[in-house]
């Protein structure tokens, strides 16, 4: 099962986190798929949440599982709800892409 979860970086006492997609398999600070954003614990709120919005979207639509940590910064993104299921997205469709131009 793929998973979003947090990979310690950062120096003893000084950790920050990066938020990944990785295998379930693979361990904490090991092999992954693709680095999604980072997270800063010693920052306070949304400003220690760096987060590429559209690719953990896209990693929740594919059935990506949020790790407990990672859950309340993709909640504080509005991209899952209160029952940690991912929220639909609204993708621009051709008409409006063609309106706009």
């Known amino acids: 099962m793929v998973r979003i979860r947090l990979r310690r970086m950062g120096a003893k006492k000084r950790a920050f986190y990066r938020i990944i997609?990785?295998?379930?398999?693979?361990?904490?600070?090991?092999?992954f798929i693709e680095i999604i954003g980072t997270y800063d614990p010693h920052l306070?709120?949304?400003?220690g949440v760096n987060l590429k919005q559209d690719r953990a979207a896209h990693w929740l639509?594919?059935?990506?599982?949020?790790?407990?940590?990672?859950?309340?910064?993709?909640?504080?993104a509005n991209l899952i709800d209160k029952n940690n299921k991912p929220i639909?997205?609204?993708h621009?469709?051709?008409?409006a892409v063609a309106a706009a131009a």
């Open 61 to 76: 639509q594919v059935g990506a599982q949020p790790s407990d940590g990672v859950v309340p910064l993709l909640r504080n």
């Open 92 to 95: 621009p469709t051709e008409s």
């Open 21 to 31: 997609v990785a295998d379930g398999r693979s361990p904490r600070d090991g092999r």
């Open 44 to 47: 306070n709120g949304a400003q």
């Open 88 to 90: 639909p997205v609204a």
